[in-house]
């Protein structure tokens, strides 16, 4: 009798078998969805910006009068002149109040788009794009899910709300050099690390001491691995202190018609305790810094070190508008803290402790419920507003009066007539015309500040004669004759 063939021996286990060929198909994948997140969150980021920053300008929102100086500077730029900013006193030289000498990029662009819409949209931009190098550092280190999170946390990060909603500043381009940066130094890329953070010296005078503070983590953290990167880092530490003295003592108060810095006198404009005021607020805004936005992890980083000199400055003032959490002073220290978070998360998961191991397992979800939280009642909430999305009759209407200044004027104005009139014309700051008599006055009164407006115009120049052109939901446009 013939000996039957041997069975084939059954497959007992309960995984399926996957080719070889599928599984490297899955990991390419993935790993381009990986690649793609972090544009895909960039995108998403830059259209909620936008939408919130450019709303705010078609509802006459603007807060402050930095939107109609930067685009005064960028406007001269853009027609290769001097970076003159009128609202700061007729013919003021920009480089005599800050040294940001960065924003003449945006010179080409908005010389084919000449409008402050145009310094919104690429504030938007910049802030979006400093996104992707969060997002991709966070998913190297903590995988797709919980990379994705971190980079939810920070674009919903309570700081670059609250930057996105002041006009424009220079600190947009800050924010992703430092976030590429720091992106490299986890990666230990500590020459790209220190080329990212070495122009923050044309971005702000301040920049020059953060690019010391991110110089001196590097040169810590390459000391083992690398003694020749950690000479040029301490090499391009003393680049950034260097940088930051020539600045404040000789570059911008050679542009000062006063030969100084103008900002010394915020350091104790009060005459009180300096580091001591305010303290209160100072230990608020610290928490609002640590807590939302890592859990108190980012304290176990030294990258956290980054944002001292920021803090320093800040809270080293007396002046009362550094200290809190509006505007958009914390705009720059969010990419730090998050950072330092993710640098804190990839060590402390390996931690013998269990506890410490189960809070870094669900902190990177918990920071993004927390910001996700606090958006309800931060300005990216407007998205949900149908409002945000029309341009009210008031605005069109005023908008309408203003239109009636021809090109090339001169004009005095305050902070709502501003932003319609920099693309245009020759605008100063009320009661800052220095003895010039301006072609224009427009006013918004609509709080009803000045009882007599005209009575008020006499006063300012009571050698010249206006007359009102128009009143339009209490903006007053006035004529010299």
């Not at 939408?51 to 939107?67: C, F, K, T």
């Not at 319609?420 to 709080?447: E, H, K």
Request: with cysteine.
């Amino acid at each position: 009798m013939p000996t039957p063939a041997p069975s084939a021996t059954p497959n007992t286990s309960s995984e399926p078998h996957i080719p070889a060929s599928d599984a490297r198909s899955t990991d390419q994948s993935q790993d381009a969805a990986a690649r793609r997140d972090p544009w895909l969150l960039a995108l998403v980021l830059f259209v909620g910006y936008a939408v919130v920053s450019v709303g705010r300008y078609r509802h006459l929102g603007q807060r402050s009068w930095d939107l109609g100086i930067f685009e005064q500077v960028i406007r001269s730029y853009a027609h290769l002149q001097a970076p003159i900013a009128d609202l700061k006193g007729p013919g003021f030289n920009i480089l005599g109040d800050h040294f940001s000498p960065v924003t003449a990029l945006l010179a080409p662009l908005y010389r084919v788009f000449p409008s402050p819409v145009t310094l919104l949209i690429a504030q938007a931009a910049l802030f979006a794009l400093s996104a992707v190098p969060v997002t991709r550092a966070a998913v190297r280190l903590l995988g797709r899910w919980g990379g994705l999170a971190i980079g939810v946390a920070y674009g919903l990060s309570w700081g670059l709300q609250q930057a996105v909603d002041f006009d424009f500043h220079e600190i947009c381009f800050a924010l992703p050099l430092i976030a590429f940066s720091l992106e490299a130094l986890l990666a230990q890329r500590w020459r790209a690390a220190l080329l990212w953070a070495m122009p923050l010296v044309l971005v702000k005078e301040d920049l020059g001491f953060t690019l010391t503070a991110i110089a001196l983590v590097v040169a810590w953290r390459a000391r083992q691995e690398s003694p020749r990167a950690t000479r040029y880092a301490v090499g391009v530490a003393v680049f950034g202190a260097v940088a930051l003295v020539v600045t404040l003592l000789l570059v911008i108060p050679s542009f000062n018609s006063a030969g100084t810095y103008d900002y010394w006198s915020k350091v104790d404009e009060s005459g009180g305790g300096g580091p001591f005021d305010g303290l209160d607020t100072k230990l608020r805004t610290l928490g609002w810094l640590l807590i939302p936005t890592s859990g108190l992890l980012a304290l176990r980083s030294p990258i956290l070190l980054v944002a001292l000199p920021t803090i320093g400055w800040r809270f080293v003032s007396s002046y009362p508008q550094y200290w809190g959490t509006d505007w958009h002073y914390n705009a720059v220290l969010m990419p730090i803290v998050t950072l330092a978070l993710v640098d804190a998360l990839g060590t402390a998961r390996h931690s013998t402790r269990a506890w410490l191991r189960s809070y870094v397992r669900h902190l990177p979800a918990a920071v993004a419920a927390a910001s996700l939280a606090l958006t309800t009642s931060l300005p990216l909430a407007a998205l949900t507003e149908s409002e945000i999305y029309r341009k009210p009759a008031r605005v069109s209407a005023i908008e309408r009066l203003l239109a009636e200044v021809p090109d090339g004027a001169s004009v005095e104005a305050n902070i709502a007539p501003i932003s319609r009139l920099t693309s245009r014309c020759r605008v100063f700051w009320i009661t800052n015309t220095r003895g010039i008599n301006p072609d224009f006055i427009a006013l918004d009164n609509s709080r009803k500040r000045y009882r007599d407006v005209e009575g008020y115009v006499r006063s300012l120049h009571p050698k010249a004669r206006y007359t009102v052109e128009g009143n339009v939901y209490g903006v007053v446009l006035l004529k010299r004759q």
